[in-house]
């Protein structure tokens, strides 16, 4: 998120991009194997209560999704939703999604399991829009994540426990959906599904040529400068 830091800052934002719990190292805790949705969001939910006022949240894929959560939860002023994972409920759109979710269970047991990075996966299927110059440096800064949060998200019908659930009509801010029209992981048809759970508090744009990782590939400047100009016409 560096570079969209540095372009929010410079237009006159205060910006803090905290790490998710286990996340700010790069030897992984066994404690992230069990860490779920819920503890994230609690943390999240903890920062947000200390600020002085209600901030814009900004989310990346599984990020887009607690964002969702929080906004449930506590007041914000808008959420940008970069790539957004989504809340329990919506279904799938794509045989790609399926596909990921169902191969999740070739590794049994883990939903209780450290997941470490897989470099064939994301640079197929996260980092395959960027130069290839760059694919390493960007994977090199990868960190492990949690089995049972990675459960939660892509297989949500099996959490009987709904840690992914967002009560939609809580959410009264304004919401922007931005999403590449080549991501596999959460593609453009499953976001306007989750866009349509808030009516008309969400606006939900594709960005052409883009994959997944909107925060860094090719065209992110743009997206930083459309999320800006956004907020402008929200007079935030």
């Known amino acids: 998120m560096d570079g969209l830091k540095e372009r929010f800052e410079a237009a006159g934002y205060a910006v803090t991009a905290p790490p998710l719990r286990f996340h700010d190292e790069k030897r992984s805790s ?6 779920g949705l819920a503890d994230y969001a609690a943390d999240l939910e903890d920062e947000i209560r200390a600020l002085k006022a209600p901030p814009i949240l900004v989310g990346h894929s599984m990020g887009g999704l607690l964002a ?28 790609f999604e399926i596909g990921a979710a169902h191969a999740m269970h070739l590794q049994p047991g883990h939903w209780n399991q450290v997941l470490e990075p897989n470099r064939d996966v994301a640079l197929a299927h996260s980092l395959d829009r960027l130069p290839r110059d760059k694919r390493d440096e960007v994977y090199g800064r990868f960190v492990a994540e949690s089995g049972r ?30 999403t ?51 907020l402008k016409a929200q007079r935030l």
């Open 180 to 230: 590449g029209s080549e991501d596999k992981i959460n593609p453009p048809s499953t976001v306007e599904n989750i866009a349509k759970l808030y009516g008309d508090r969400a606006t939900a744009e594709v960005l052409d040529g883009m994959g997944h990782w909107l925060i860094g590939e090719p065209g992110w400047e743009k997206l930083a400068q459309r999320a800006l100009d956004w």
């Open 149 to 178: 949060a990675m459960f939660e998200v892509m297989n949500w019908a099996l959490d009987f426990n709904q840690s992914s659930a967002v009560d939609a009509k809580s959410v009264t801010a304004p919401m922007l959906f931005l």
């Open 68 to 95: 969702q959560m929080l906004a449930a939860r506590v007041k914000v002023a808008a959420l940008i939703l970069l790539a957004p994972s989504p809340p329990w409920g919506v279904a799938p759109t794509t045989l």
């Open 30 to 35: 066994p404690a992230l194997a069990t860490t």
